[in-house]
């Protein structure tokens, strides 16, 4: 089977920034992996880490599967800290082992100018474990970023891979509603969201440029 695996540093990162492409490859028969670095406990300080954990971890859960994707594994690391726990618990074995363990078609991750360290981070994580097994095995997939927080990419010479998500974006909208942790925590009225603007935002305006409803971009990293 072919496979798809998305890497990102928060359990709702994938959706804003892959969920059509994500719905889209599961529609066709590719089996969708996420893996999430951390549990994001950073969102909601006022309340403990195991109970921000547990809520992560189903909301995450529940849009996997209005997606269709396969599994959702996560990483453990501490929101906020990432970069310093990538050699202490050993991120970099894991992250081979999950591309040796699926061989997958497609590897998607963080842009090189998100706004969140984190974010970064995981990028940089990826793409070392990436190029170590290329070297030390040969390894191929192809790499691509996607963006959360920017509303628009940069100009960045790299090439682009564009997802028409028209039949998908409602999907992808679904499965943003299940994280409901986030929708509360920047909602400030019934209808207004700004992760939900940036993602209509986004879908429209690259649909505009690439003549469809809606679309995703990517930039290619490998």
């Known amino acids: ?12 990162d994938q959706i804003l920034g892959a969920g059509g492409a994500m ?21 909601h300080p006022h309340y403990k880490k195991d109970y921000i954990k547990d809520i992560r971890i189903k909301e995450s859960e529940e849009a996997n599967k209005v997606i269709g994707g396969n599994k959702v594994e ?18 970099y074995s894991k992250i081979k082992s999950v591309l040796k363990e699926t061989k997958p078609k ?11 360290p984190d974010h970064r981070s995981v990028r940089r994580a990826v793409l070392r474990a990436y190029d170590e097994l290329h070297k ?20 960045r010479d790299t090439p682009v891979l564009v997802v028409d998500i028209s039949e998908e974006f409602k999907t ?10 986030q929708i509360n925590l920047f909602t400030h009225a019934y209808f207004v969201n700004i992760l939900y603007l940036g993602v209509y ?12 409803k809606f679309a995703e971009v990517y930039h290619k990293l490998r």
């Open 106 to 116: 497609i590897i998607f991750t963080h842009a090189i100018d998100d706004m969140l």
């Open 136 to 155: 030390e095995e040969g390894f191929e997939a192809e790499v691509y970023s996607f963006d959360v927080w920017n509303i628009w990419n940069t100009k």
């Open 74 to 91: 996560f990483f453990g690391l501490t929101d906020g800290q990432l970069n310093t726990e990538f050699n202490t618990k050993n991120i």
């Open 1 to 12: 089977m072919k496979s798809i695996v998305v890497f990102c540093a928060h359990s709702d």
């Open 201 to 212: 935002i986004k879908g429209f305006l690259y649909g505009l440029r690439y003549k469809t």
């Open 172 to 181: 992808k909208i679904k499965a943003l509603h299940c994280f409901k942790s």
């Open 23 to 43: 719905a889209k490859f599961a529609k066709k028969g590719y089996s969708v992996d996420t893996h999430i670095f951390s549990y994001g406990e950073l969102s």
